[in-house]
């Protein structure tokens, strides 16, 4: 299911969020759809996207791409993880998985070697190592995006709707989450030299979300999502300095 809730900043939507689903905060995830700084004459404003994890989300996919930092990365939160190296599988449900995935890519035409390369709590990641990555990760990542949410259905099918699949190849989620952060400045900057605002590339919504955050505590800069569907853009936009 998807719900909206507004908050004064990031925090505060979320725990609103958390007390109205009767949820704690890691049993859903959050999309920033706006986000304003506060003024001396202006009340900040955050608005937030929840989507609670649940059979018909995967099914629809609108949670496709958002997921947790991968270990070995700062979190777009600042929190640290501990670096992960490939784990032997521990349950049918995980070598049912992997089985999957190699079929999968293989039947693309690839071979390729799969394996677990971290375990959280409602959260499995999958390496894939073949020769043929860019054509595994694809452009702008949307290969091995869609081969992650036919990942997270056939997760569903095995009654498994409660793990969230992340999908890897060469670091390319961490690599795509240090480029994210780069934009997101190099965009601010822009904007503050201009006085335009500037429009981002269409992003899933853990990418948006990236960009909302890092710019969240630039006291001149806001930012938007637009647009409808999976891949929105986000708009970076000069509100003057306090």
Do not use: C
């Not at 930012?223 to 003057?240: A, H, I, P, W």
């Amino acid at each position: 299911m998807v719900y909206e809730f507004e908050g004064k900043t990031e925090r505060e939507a979320i725990e609103e969020a958390a007390s109205q689903l009767g949820l704690e905060t890691d049993e859903f995830d959050v999309e920033i759809m706006e986000n304003q700084t506060g003024s001396l004459f202006k009340k900040g404003k955050v608005r937030i996207r929840v989507h609670t994890h649940g059979p018909e989300e995967s099914e629809e996919g609108d949670d496709a791409g958002q997921m947790g930092p991968l270990p070995g990365v700062t979190s777009a939160e600042g929190e640290p993880r501990e670096p992960s190296v490939p784990l032997v599988p521990n349950d049918e449900f995980e070598l049912k998985m992997i089985d999957w995935v190699k079929v999968v890519v293989e039947k693309m035409g690839y071979p390729a070697k799969v394996s677990v390369l971290f375990r959280e709590e409602k959260k499995i990641g999958l390496k894939i190592e073949t020769d043929n990555t860019a054509m595994i990760i694809g452009k702008k990542g949307k290969n091995i995006d869609a081969l992650q949410l036919l990942a997270n259905v056939y997760a569903g099918r095995l009654g498994r709707e409660d793990v969230k699949i992340i999908l890897d190849s060469e670091n390319y989620r961490i690599r795509r989450e240090e480029s994210l952060v780069r934009i997101a400045y190099e965009s601010a900057e822009q904007v503050r030299k201009t006085g335009r605002s500037v429009l981002l590339e269409p992003m899933n919504p853990f990418e948006r979300r990236i960009i909302h955050t890092t710019l969240n505590d630039i006291v001149d800069i806001e930012t938007k999502s637009e647009g409808d569907g999976l891949y929105k853009q986000v708009r970076v936009m000069f509100r003057g300095r306090k």
